[in-house]
Each structure stands twice: as structure tokens, then as C-alpha cells.
């Protein structure tokens, strides 16, 4: 009997990534949206970084800044920077490299980053989640007892690795992004973790309470599945869970994240594949999620920040994302009942990778370009 109800709670659990999150609500394109014609801040170079990828703001105000190529910088606000050794050796082609970084929830006692990169490999490299010890002695800070805690399947090449990480609010578990590696059928896929968003522990086992954990394996490990190239994930203040993803030629999306729900890469999409050929779009299956807000034409969207600085106190509650193929900051403003829309659209005159809010409630951004800037937004008055 033990057995049946097991397979019965599987089955049930299974179920739940072909239901809808919320059918009454509407996907808005703002693809065509226009840039917004005034800035309500001043911008404020702060260092220079060879392709620079994410940005990890520290208690005190100081910054981590990973460049793809496999550096990582410790940086104050006043633009001095200095390196810091340990990271391992990273697969640095295209859009593969040394990625995202975070801090601990426990970061003030247990000093620990974890960060994501493309690990080396035969058949081409593969998403790895690594945490480690910050160091620090005197001047000279490293990383130490550096322990790789989660590695994708399948293993092989490919670009859109996503590898962004995010931290449940009450710090118990941790959220990955990982991409589809130009593999598309990967992301419907449940014995893989490409193309999927999974929820560990902090040491990178598996929760019991995750939505398919009865089956074991990778396929525990998903929360939800069908994504592309997550580039974004970070949670409101309300405890919600929000992702932006890049479509192929059009749809890039900003999603809700519900456990247990299939987003319909690539299945369906409001883009289409880059040969031209038309893939369904989400309307056409009511049983995959559609995004909230969708790109057509893309904007490419990037690092997923919510704001709740002090600095600009009208912001409170807003998104940020950087749009790598449209050179902006984009302002996302959300109505409490899980609609959202673009509220702003700045240009920026480059392709932004990561925002970030500052401990003093500044906006950070950072250029993807092999002379990088790294930007600090305060208000213009």
C-alpha cells in the first residue's frame, strides 16, 4: 500500500506541470514600447572590467564583479578594485564563461559565495554551481574550500547556459537557472536540468518537498521546466518568484514562477525559430504557461533586480532588467495581483548585463563589452 500511494502522489505531482498558473491573466507584448524621453538619475562611471557578467553587493558596500573570461574582482565604490584568486578554470567561448555570483543568506557567519560558470569538459563544457569561502586577511582577500555542488545533465556544448542564482527569502533554499544549451528539446526533458529552473538545498541536495521528489534524480530537483535562456530570477517582496528568459526571434519573456508549471519552451513561444520556420504560439495551448510580458521585437533581457532602496522611494516594488539587445534599463511595474507591465525604458547607450540595488539604495549596472563599465545611478536631483 505504501507503494501505490507513493506512485499515486508522483502521478498527482507530475500533473501539476500541465495546469495553468492563472488563465484570466493577459500577455502583454511591449516589444514596440518607445524609450522614455527623461531621466530621473545621473549616471556615474565607477571602474572599467574586460566583459563584465554579474554584480554581488556585500553588507558593508563593497562589491564582487565577475568578467566572463574567469576573473573576479573585489571593488569599492570609489573605483579600486583588486582580483581575487581561486576561481577554478572556466570555458570562456561565446556566450560561455564565469556567470552569475551571490552571497550566502548566512554571509555575515559562514563568509560563503557561490557563484555559476561553464566547467571544461570533453564534448564541450557543462553549467556548474561552486560555493566557496570568502577569505580575507589584512589587504588580500581569495576564495577558499571551494566545493562544486551541482553540475547539469546532459553534459555538452552550446551556448545560453542561464546559471543565475537566487535565494529563497527565508534563506532555506536555493533557486538555478539553467538554460537549454541550444538544445531546445531539453528544456520538456524531466530526466535533464537543461532548460529548467531547480530548487536545492544550500548545499546543493535535493529538498524533500520539491514538486516531483518522489521520482529521485535530476527530475527532483525541477521546479518548474520548459525555459530557454534564463538570464533573470529574483523574488519580490511579496515572496513571489519572478524570471526573464530570452525567446528566439521574438517572445523574450518575463514569467511568474510557479512550482510544478511547464513554460512551453519549445513548444510554443510568441517568437520564431531563426530559420524562419513559425513555432505555436502560447495561446494555443492553454495547459503551458504564458509569460506575463513578452518582447516582440526582443529586447534581450538580462540581470533581474526589485528595488527597495531608499534612493528613489517611488520605485519601491519595481523590476529592473538590463536589455542587452536594446541598450537599456527597463523599469517593470507590477499591480499586486501577478499582472505586470513595462513601465520605463531608458537608453543607455549600451548592452546592460546585470542590475543590481546598492546597500545605499543606488542602482548598479554593468556593460557587456570587453571595456565594461560599471555604472552608479543616483537620483538626478
Excluded at 528539446?185 to 544550500?202: V, W
Excluded at 533573470?232 to 521574438?250: I, N, Q, S
Excluded at 548585463?353 to 538626478?380: H, M, Q, S, Y
Amino acid at each position: 500500500m505504501r507503494e501505490v500511494r507513493q506512485i499515486g502522489q508522483a502521478l498527482i505531482l507530475a500533473l501539476l506541470f500541465l495546469l495553468p498558473v492563472q488563465a484570466a491573466l493577459a500577455e502583454v507584448n511591449a516589444g514596440n514600447r518607445a524609450y522614455s524621453t527623461s531621466r530621473p538619475f545621473k549616471i556615474t562611471p565607477v571602474a572599467t572590467f574586460d566583459t563584465p557578467w554579474a554584480i554581488a553587493v556585500m553588507p558593508e558596500g563593497r562589491l564582487l564583479v565577475t568578467e566572463k573570461g574567469g576573473r573576479l574582482y573585489l571593488v569599492t565604490l570609489d573605483g579600486r578594485k583588486q582580483e581575487v584568486p581561486g576561481v577554478p578554470p572556466v570555458q570562456a567561448i561565446g556566450q560561455d564563461g564565469l556567470l552569475d555570483i551571490v552571497l550566502s543568506p548566512r554571509f555575515g557567519t559562514d563568509h560563503q559565495v557561490y557563484f555559476t560558470y561553464v566547467e571544461p569538459g570533453e564534448g564541450g563544457g557543462r553549467l556548474a554551481l561552486a560555493r566557496a569561502r570568502f577569505a580575507e586577511s589584512g589587504d588580500i582577500a581569495r576564495l577558499a574550500d571551494l566545493a562544486v555542488i551541482w553540475r547539469a545533465t546532459p553534459e555538452g556544448g552550446g551556448g545560453q547556459p542561464g546559471g543565475i542564482i537566487a535565494f529563497a527569502p527565508d534563506g532555506q533554499h536555493l533557486f538555478l537557472a539553467s538554460g537549454d544549451r541550444m538544445r531546445p528539446q531539453t528544456a520538456q526533458d524531466p530526466g535533464g536540468s537543461l532548460g529548467k529552473i531547480l530548487r536545492l538545498n544550500l548545499d546543493g541536495s535535493t529538498p524533500a518537498d520539491n514538486p516531483m521528489a518522489a521520482q529521485g534524480g535530476v527530475q527532483a530537483q525541477i521546479w518548474t521546466m520548459g525555459h530557454r535562456n534564463p538570464y533573470g530570477l529574483a523574488f519580490a517582496a511579496d515572496g513571489k518568484l519572478w524570471e526573464d528568459e530570452m525567446g528566439p526571434r521574438g517572445g523574450d519573456e518575463l514569467n511568474l514562477i510557479r512550482p510544478g508549471r511547464n513554460y512551453g519552451w519549445p513548444l510554443v513561444s510568441n517568437g520564431d525559430n531563426y530559420d524562419g520556420t513559425p513555432i505555436p504560439r502560447h495561446r494555443t495551448r492553454p495547459d503551458l504557461e504564458a509569460p506575463i510580458v513578452y518582447w516582440t521585437p526582443v529586447i534581450a533581457p538580462a540581470g533581474l533586480a526589485f528595488y527597495s532602496g531608499a534612493m528613489f522611494p517611488t520605485w519601491h516594488g519595481s523590476a529592473f532588467i538590463g536589455a542587452l539587445r536594446q541598450h537599456a534599463l527597463v523599469r517593470i511595474a507590477f499591480d499586486g495581483k501577478g499582472g505586470a507591465r513595462e513601465a520605463d525604458r531608458w537608453d543607455m547607450g549600451q548592452r546592460i548585463r546585470d542590475v543590481v540595488v546598492a546597500a545605499d539604495g543606488a542602482l548598479l549596472l554593468i556593460e557587456d563589452r570587453p571595456d565594461g563599465r560599471l555604472l552608479r545611478l543616483t537620483p538626478a536631483k
